[in-house]
């Protein structure tokens, strides 16, 4: 808070520079910031500790939107497409203790498992001066139709499903194929790493030079990638150094090379076709699956809420993009901003809270400057009291 302050008292409130910018400021500075080390404590959250973020928030969505300061938070939320900061922190706490501490872990009623999704493997699995796999490499785009034994590998996902499969051909037919069909949830990089696994433990038994062309540059660097924590890429790098004469290729795809088209149908067909093939799912949908059940914890809250109903009529679904609303835009819509029937809630709240006090025999005793002129709520036109 201090480092905003000092900030704002240099540069400004805006520091010169758009919402677009300040919104992106804080996704990486702040945000990134305050959920250092979520794992350890931003899990199982008090309702005062949400709290309490939800005030360091609102700090820099008025900063962000330029909005009123009575707007509610809620709405700032759902204007900016920012979602409350404590489901952010459960979110990242969440992934870290599935995927690092590799422990269940509940995001309020949804249970994730570690089993079900890959894990990281850690060190360097192969010595350095061991890692001799450039000369099996290339990458220049020089593939000819021979007629010679090669292999061609591809991977293929779509909303049914995903697909993986390689075909040895020679004299331009196909004498061998495989093709998988893995769960809709697995990736295209790894439809495709499998594939060259695949193909690689197919070319191993043939104890002659062969080629294997993939159109996945991807993998290929993952390959290449010492530091890789990937498990299968790990096992692909070590069938490579136990087979010298197994060579991988990089060909561009689509463009009429025979092998590639064919490995291309096949793997679209395994999508339904294929032998089931189990792969634990990527991380990245472990992070998607999260993110898909604060958004919906999220839009229950905002359904829920006891403030921004305004805002709610006008945009009553939560969205992770931003709506774009300029400052007059957000005053308009929250209600909150200089308009004559806003000081007027106010107002009537103090009169009404007057009545009571007055009902208990008790005094309650206002006290305002002078030049003070507030207007009457049972009035409507001009007039005012003091």
């Known amino acids: 808070m201090d480092q905003y302050q000092n900030l704002c008292r240099i540069a400004g409130k805006t520091w010169g520079i758009n919402k677009n910018i300040r919104r992106l400021l804080y996704k990486t500075v702040i945000e990134r910031t305050l959920c ?3 794992a350890a404590w931003g899990h199982n959250m008090t309702s005062r500790l949400q709290k309490k973020l939800d005030s360091i928030q609102r700090l820099f969505l008025l900063y962000i939107t ?3 300061r009575t707007t509610p938070t809620a709405a700032l939320q759902v204007v900016t497409a920012l979602q409350p900061l404590h489901l952010q922190i459960q979110q990242e706490a969440t992934y870290d203790r599935i995927a690092r501490a590799r422990s269940s872990c509940n995001f309020f009623t949804v249970l994730f498992s570690p089993t079900d999704y890959e894990s ?3 060190g360097i699995h192969i010595h350095p001066p061991n890692f001799l796999l450039q000369n099996q490499f290339s990458f220049a785009e020089n593939h000819i139709d021979s007629g010679a034994k090669d292999i061609y590998t591809d991977g293929f996902k779509t909303d049914e499903g995903t697909g993986s499969a390689y075909c040895i051909l020679e004299n331009n037919g196909i004498i061998t194929l495989w093709q998988g069909k893995l769960d809709r949830s697995n990736s295209v990089f790894q439809a495709e790493i499998l594939a060259i696994r695949m193909a690689i433990e197919a070319a191993s038994s043939l104890h002659r030079p062969i080629k294997i062309w993939t159109d996945s540059f991807s993998s290929l660097l993952a390959i290449l990638n010492p530091k890789s924590h990937h498990s299968m890429v790990r096992e692909i790098q070590t069938l490579l150094l136990s087979h010298k004469h197994i060579h991988l290729r990089w060909l561009k795809a689509h463009v009429g090379y025979l092998g590639n088209e064919c490995a291309y149908q096949l793997d679209k067909e395994a999508i339904t076709k294929g032998d089931p093939f189990f792969l634990p799912k990527p991380l990245s949908f472990l992070k998607s699956e999260i993110k898909s059940a604060a958004l919906s914890i999220w839009q229950d809250n ?3 809420g006891e403030t921004g109903c305004s805002t709610h009529d006008i945009v009553p679904r939560v969205s992770n993009k931003p709506l774009g609303w300029n400052r007059e835009e957000i005053m308009f819509v929250t209600g909150h901003g200089p308009f004559p ?3 007027h809630t106010f107002i009537a709240s103090i009169f009404e809270h007057m009545t009571t006090a007055r009902a208990k025999k008790k005094e309650i005793q206002f006290t305002m ?7 009457s709520p049972d009035i409507s036109n001009s007039n005012s009291v003091t």
């Open 120 to 122: 990281k493997s850690s």
């Open 302 to 304: 905002w359904d829920n």
């Open 369 to 375: 400057p002078q030049n003070v002129r507030l207007r």
């Open 66 to 68: 330029g909005a009123d």
């Open 341 to 343: 029937s806003y000081p």
């Open 36 to 38: 250092h080390g979520a």
